[in-house]
């Protein structure tokens, strides 16, 4: 094992502790582990090596894993999902800080894995949940993320564009939105272009036209104490102030994430 970590050190130009982390998460050990079978018996050498060479492609290591931890619980995912980032995660302290009680019913809309509409669901255990996606991809991996945790009596998962056919309103909408403006796709790193699905990430000129569009629609949806809560772009938040100062219906507030980035933003109808 130590001549593979050495190995991986130099094809992916990073120091032991990764390499080591990035064994370990692809063997599906514990990192300690790694080194207990001194002969690697039972190490399939080929399939490391094979998928070491994808990481060296730039393919996500989640991809290659099939799972992500998010917050307090472990989720799968699979190439055509957006992998879930750590800044959605704050999201939900974000809404937890904002609502005055807890939510019944709830919105995700472009749920991807699950993850939002899995965490709320676990924060708030009366809360009943619709969660939406466009892609095919996103409702079957969201759906097996909710049969784990054994959900499926609490989120209805829906394939649709935003609300389209849907009824009734809700005490909060959530959504992490695809929010990169279009004309910065080509410069996001290799990982990201070549491999998340371009639906999950192209949010059309100036990264606005799907949060555009949720809160255009919103108000259908929503009741006098209904929130919304989205993940949003910090390098488009003048954009989007002009945006909400011009709609004279809302009331809105911006909130950082840990690295003191405007990455939320919870808006009511005023
Ligand atoms: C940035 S990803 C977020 C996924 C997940 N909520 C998360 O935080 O990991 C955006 C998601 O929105 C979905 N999406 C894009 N356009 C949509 C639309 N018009 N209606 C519903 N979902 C949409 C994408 O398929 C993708 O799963």
């Known amino acids: 094992m130590r001549d593979t970590v050495a190995r991986t050190c130099k094809a992916l130009r990073v120091n032991r502790d990764s390499a080591e982390l990035i064994i370990a998460a692809l ?23 094979a998928r070491l060479i994808q990481l060296k492609n ?25 992998i879930p980032r750590v800044e959605t995660e704050y999201l939900i302290d974000v809404i937890a800080d904002e609502i005055t ?8 809309i472009g749920t991807g894995s699950g993850v939002l509409a899995i965490a709320l669901a676990r924060r708030y255990p009366d809360s009943r949940i619709t969660a939406t996606d466009v892609s095919h991809t996103a409702i079957r991996c969201a759906r097996k993320n909710i049969r784990t945790h054994r959900l499926e009596s609490r989120i209805e998962l829906v394939r649709c564009s935003l609300f ?50 949720i809160l255009s629609q919103a108000k259908h949806y929503t009741h006098e104490t209904s ?6 772009d910090d390098n488009e938040v003048s954009t989007m102030r002009d945006m909400l100062e011009n709609d004279r219906t809302l009331s809105y507030s911006l909130h950082k994430d840990l690295f003191g980035r405007n990455r939320y933003c919870i808006a009511t109808f005023t």
């Open 164 to 213: 389209d056919g849907l009824i009734g309103t809700f005490d909060l909408i959530v959504s992490n939105p695809p929010y990169i403006p279009s004309e910065r796709l080509g410069s996001l790193p290799r990982s990201v272009r070549d491999y998340e699905p371009r639906l999950a990430l192209d949010g059309g000129p100036h990264g606005i036209r799907v949060i555009q569009r």
């Open 58 to 82: 730039d393919i996500p290591l989640e991809y290659l894993t099939k799972s992500v931890q998010f917050r307090d619980f472990d989720i799968s995912i699979e190439p055509g999902v957006f």
């Open 27 to 49: 063997l599906g050990k514990p990192r300690h582990e790694i080194y207990a079978d001194e002969t690697n018996e039972n190490l399939d050498h080929g399939l490391l090596h």
């Open 101 to 108: 009680e807890p939510p019944r019913c709830v919105l995700d």
């Open 227 to 232: 929130l919304i809560a989205l993940e949003i």
